[in-house]
């Protein structure tokens, strides 16, 4: 078994997104956008049509998935960590900007 994490984002899913694609080398892959909801009670506010429903990102040999908090059915995370692990000090280094 492999889990999964999934972070919610409160309407910043794309910032953070970009940030793991800019910074973690992280591919972004199955994009749903939440104009792209099922109409009924998963339909997303139209403010909302922008965010994201569901993002699906490779970050080496892991994934994480990702949405903004589009029906607002519980609070949306205050918080998160991911936990990095390099091979050597030099990747960690080169990933990170660090001398």
């Known amino acids: 078994m492999r889990p999964t994490p999934y972070r919610f984002c409160d309407g910043d899913c794309a910032d953070a997104i970009a940030f793991y694609q800019e910074r973690l ?3 972004a892959r199955e994009r749903l956008p939440a104009s792209a909801t099922p109409p009924g009670e998963m339909t997303a506010p139209e403010a909302k049509n922008d ?8 970050l080496g040999e892991g994934e994480i998935m990702m949405s903004d908090n589009l029906v607002e059915t519980g ?7 991911v936990s990095l692990i390099y091979r050597t000090e030099a990747e960690a280094r080169a990933v990170f900007g660090a001398r």
């Open 25 to 27: 080398g992280a591919e």
């Open 51 to 58: 965010w994201v429903m569901r993002r699906r990102l490779s």
């Open 75 to 81: 609070d949306a995370m205050a918080g998160c960590s």
